[in-house]
């Protein structure tokens, strides 16, 4: 997926959204709201993140804002931290099963069987990524498979 995919989208939300409703997103402080909204009038994604990109907003940060706007992540709704397990050796299995009981942070190997609130914005973002592929087949296939094995 491209950023200018998402684009049309995220200026939607940015030229129609209040401005308060924008400042409860996760990452937007320190007034990016404002610069976002005024480089919505950009016609193309690269115009938009060449206006949008200063010594202070990094392109990565634009990019990372510009996608919690989308998604609507909420300051107040931060989500627990997890480790998504994608893949594995054989060894990488054998290490995991020793030290799985002292990791700090759950460690969700098969997303199925998670608690929904836990990877809920995992689903979200998996789900706006196959959208904007127009592979509407795979929504939720991310999230019944087990990770991969390599061998």
């Known amino acids: ?4 995919s ?6 939607y ?6 401005n308060e409703s924008l400042t409860v997103i996760n990452s ?4 990016i ?5 005024r480089a919505a009038f950009e016609e193309t994604a690269e115009d938009f993140l060449r206006a949008t990109t200063t010594k202070r907003y990094s392109t990565s940060r634009v990019r990372r804002t510009a996608m919690q706007i989308l998604l609507q992540f909420q300051k107040k709704d ?3 931290n997890h480790l998504r397990l994608l893949g594995m050796t054989k060894q990488g299995q054998a290490y995991l099963s020793t030290i799985k009981k002292e ?3 759950p460690l969700v190997s098969t997303p199925s069987k998670a608690s929904q609130e836990l990877i809920q914005y995992d689903i979200q973002a998996s789900r706006l990524y196959h959208l904007l592929e127009g592979n509407t087949a795979q929504l939720d296939a991310p999230f019944s498979a087990r ?3 390599y061998f």
């Not at 997926?1 to 200018?4: E, N, P, T, Y």
């Not at 998402?6 to 200026?11: E, G, N």
Request: proline content about 9%; aromatic content about 8%; cysteine-free.
């Open 1 to 4: 997926m491209s950023f200018s």
């Open 6 to 11: 998402a684009y049309p989208y995220l200026r």
């Open 13 to 18: 939300r940015l030229l129609s959204d209040r």
């Open 28 to 31: 937007v402080t320190e007034g």
């Open 33 to 37: 709201e404002n610069r976002l909204r």
């Open 78 to 80: 931060q989500p627990e």
């Open 103 to 105: 990791l700090s942070l």
């Open 147 to 149: 990770p991969l094995l």
